[in-house]
């Protein structure tokens, strides 16, 4: 029996970044999941007969309801089958290959990425599409849309299912299939990456799967497949809240991996992975590699891995993100392309074949293998290339350096800033970009200054407002731009960037090398006038 239930809109309900993102009390309003489940099943209304959804999500607080909820809803929006993790669980990349394998028209991932969880932190709900990629702006749109008019969701009149026991059930029509999260996704990892070579070279390594989804993950191919020691995952259990932590794997969140990767003690190799499981961490013994460095490094040696022996299509990176994967391009002789952020961009030029690594500065790196970011394919990317080189990371950093320049690069995040003075700092700007160039700042001198637009190289769409870049004369950099994941007023981003070329100095303080461009950003911005703070409140 399907039940039509009356509701009223909220007019809250626009997808960000990622997703729709809330705090979960926001979540437990009446009809709020269901008013924007059911906004995503009228949007896809004409496919959505006889077809295959998959869902999934980090195992946060409210994920287990959510999915029940999903599942009635599914039934009586008459898809024909759907693939559930078991327990709720699937990272995000884990879900992007189960759509794409079984021919999915989309999923629903439940997931805050690296936010909090627990009854008062965050919650979020995203719709992929078939490719298992973010759906594209025009389906985000269309789905904010039904949100403002939506008067009516429907839900099969059934009982809550077995989430824990693998097999299929009915519910209405509809099958509901219980699935072995890991399974399908290890085995994909065994396809693109040489695991005997990995497991021959002995290598040690820490993994702090930061309490969240990629514990069960790591746990069957780090220490079942791959023969890492017992204890090598650290928090590898899913906990609702993350243990209380930030499932953000940056060097404040993962400070004590960080530690153990500095200390006397260290193993060869550490990684974490965040909420859902698309970022990664990576930390050599004594050597902390940035995410964009992280990204022109694997580009660099993807070719040792089996996945990838065949060569590079193109790498693709944000705006934000260094542009050191630009100098690995180039020396590759393959396009470099420069997209907006948020990993929906990538999906493209994925499907298109014109690029098969991407990354960003957020710590999202991934390849053509699925349609998201993907942490634990960057750390057994990693693994690969150790493993066949026999170096260390610190060593591997350092002949890249010195054969590409290095990238100083740091962001700072100015976080719960009040929402009109971000703005009025950004329209600041934006108002004055056109009379920055030739300005000096300190030792500085302005070059450009513009508000990046993406033009679509696939499908000529247009995204523009990105973010406001400041390019200095000589390579450096500045980059501003709200965040479009935050859940309590606005965060600001500020990306600083210094380019030495491979004769500079190569082996200096990421502070000391950025602290000019950093000054200069104040400077320009009037971070503290506008936003009353005077230091960032993380630098990753
Ligand atoms: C942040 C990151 C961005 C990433 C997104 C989703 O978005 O900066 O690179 O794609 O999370 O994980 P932001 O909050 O900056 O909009
Ligand atoms: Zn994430």
């Known amino acids: 029996m ?32 269901e008013n924007f489940i059911q906004s995503i099943f009228d949007v896809i209304e004409r496919e959505r007969a006889g077809a295959t959804l998959v869902i999934g999500g980090d195992g946060r607080f ?19 089958r759907v693939v559930v993790g078991q327990g709720g669980i699937l990272s995000t990349p ?70 824990d026991t693998i097999g299929v059930v009915q519910v ?32 040690t390594m820490a993994f702090d799967a930061m309490s969240a989804v990629t514990g069960p993950y790591a746990t069957e191919i780090l220490e079942g497949r791959l023969g890492f020691a017992p204890g090598t995952v650290r928090n590898g259990t899913p906990l609702p809240d993350f243990g209380g932590h930030h499932p953000d794997p940056n060097l404040v969140h993962a400070r004590a991996l960080y530690d153990t990767m500095m200390g006397p003690e260290a193993p060869d190799f550490g990684a974490a992975s965040d909420g859902d499981g698309d970022r990664n961490l990576i930390i050599g013994r004594g050597r902390f590699v940035t995410p964009s460095d992280s990204l022109a490094m694997l580009a660099a040696n993807a070719h040792l891995a089996p996945g990838y022996a065949g060569g590079l299509k193109g790498i693709a990176r944000s705006m934000p993100t260094s542009a050191a994967a630009d100098c690995v391009a180039a020396a590759l002789g393959i396009p470099a392309y420069e997209t907006p952020t948020g990993w929906k961009f990538f999906g493209n030029l994925l ?27 960057a750390v057994l990317l990693w693994l690969n290339i150790l493993a066949v080189t026999g170096k260390s990371v610190d060593a591997l950093a350092r002949d890249h350096w010195a054969r590409f320049g290095r990238n100083y690069y740091a962001r700072h995040d100015y976080e719960g800033v009040d929402s009109v003075a971000a703005d009025a700092l950004m ?25 990046f637009a993406y033009t679509d190289p696939t499908d000529g769409s ?8 400041i390019l200095f004369e000589g390579g450096s950099r500045a980059v501003f731009r709200l965040s479009g994941t935050g859940t309590s007023g606005a965060t600001l981003r500020v990306y600083l960037e210094r380019y030495e070329p491979a004769t500079g ?33 993380v630098i990753t």
């Open 94 to 163: 884990a879900a992007s290959h189960l759509i794409r394998r079984r021919g999915a028209l989309g999923g629903l991932i439940l997931s805050a990425s690296h936010n909090p969880g627990g009854p008062d932190e965050d919650f979020g709900i995203k719709y992929n599409v078939a490719n298992g990629g973010p759906a594209p702006d025009a389906i985000t749109d269309a789905i904010y849309a039904r949100t403002k008019a939506i008067d009516t969701w429907y839900m099969e009149e059934a009982a809550d299912i077995d989430l």
């Open 172 to 203: 209405g029509g509809m099958s509901v299939e219980v699935v072995d999260p890991v399974s399908d996704y290890a085995d994909l990892m065994e396809t693109l990456f040489d695991f005997d070579a990995i497991r021959t070279a002995k290598l």
């Open 2 to 33: 399907i039940r039509a239930v009356p509701t009223i809109p909220y007019s809250d309900q626009r997808p960000g970044t990622s997703g729709l993102r809330k705090k979960v009390r926001v979540f437990q309003q009446p009809n709020y999941a």
């Open 462 to 469: 247009i995204s523009a407002n990105q973010g406001v870049r």
């Open 427 to 451: 329209c600041d700007l934006r108002d004055r970009l056109q009379s920055l160039p030739g300005t000096a700042l300190g030792a500085l001198t302005i070059a450009q200054a513009d508000d």
């Open 505 to 537: 100095n190569l082996d200096a303080d990421t502070g000391a090398m950025l602290a000019e461009i950093a000054q200069a950003a104040d400077d320009l911005a009037g971070i503290r006038r506008h936003t009353g703070r005077a230091a960032p409140d």
């Open 351 to 377: 499907d298109a074949g014109m690029a098969t690594i991407c990354g960003e500065e957020s710590a999202g790196t991934g390849s053509n293998h699925v349609r998201e970011k993907d942490g634990l394919w």
């Open 62 to 80: 409210l994920n287990r309801e959510v999915i029940q909820i999903a599942i009635r809803m599914a039934a009586a929006a008459t898809f024909a």
